[in-house]
């Protein structure tokens, strides 16, 4: 990470964990960053084909996307949430002059 900060990276954006997010995992990630001088502002949520395709399960992944993103609110990484291709992020607001965000 102190790499990715030397080059001028302020922000991060990473794959989240597994589904259902826990707000102490998400924490120890944004702390991380802080470490390094670095903001996490998105996280993508992944994993939940069944729901996409309206498969057999897709009930409980559409319940742990939305645990996923409480929790992430919880740990303070919440603010927007949009989607990607197949995957919903999660963000966090950029700076005050982000107008693309909801703090």
């Known amino acids: 990470m102190r790499r990715i900060r030397q080059i001028g990276v302020d922000?991060?954006?990473?794959?989240?964990?597994?589904?259902?997010?826990?707000?102490?995992?998400?924490?120890?990630?944004?702390?991380?960053c802080k470490a390094a001088g670095l903001t996490l502002c998105n996280m993508?949520?992944?994993?939940?084909?069944?729901?996409?395709?309206?498969?057999?399960?897709r009930d409980e992944e559409?319940?742990?996307?939305?645990?996923?993103?409480?929790?992430?609110?919880r740990a303070g990484c919440g603010g927007c949430a949009g989607h990607s291709s197949r995957s919903v992020s999660v963000?966090?607001?950029?700076?005050?002059?982000?107008?693309?965000c909801v703090k």
């Open 11 to 32: 922000y991060v954006l990473m794959g989240g964990p597994k589904i259902p997010w826990q707000e102490a995992d998400i924490r120890a990630r944004m702390e991380r």
């Open 44 to 57: 993508m949520i992944g994993g939940f084909t069944n729901a996409l395709y309206g498969r057999h399960g």
């Open 62 to 73: 559409i319940e742990n996307v939305r645990q996923s993103i409480r929790a992430a609110g």
């Open 91 to 100: 963000r966090r607001g950029h700076g005050a002059d982000c107008s693309a």
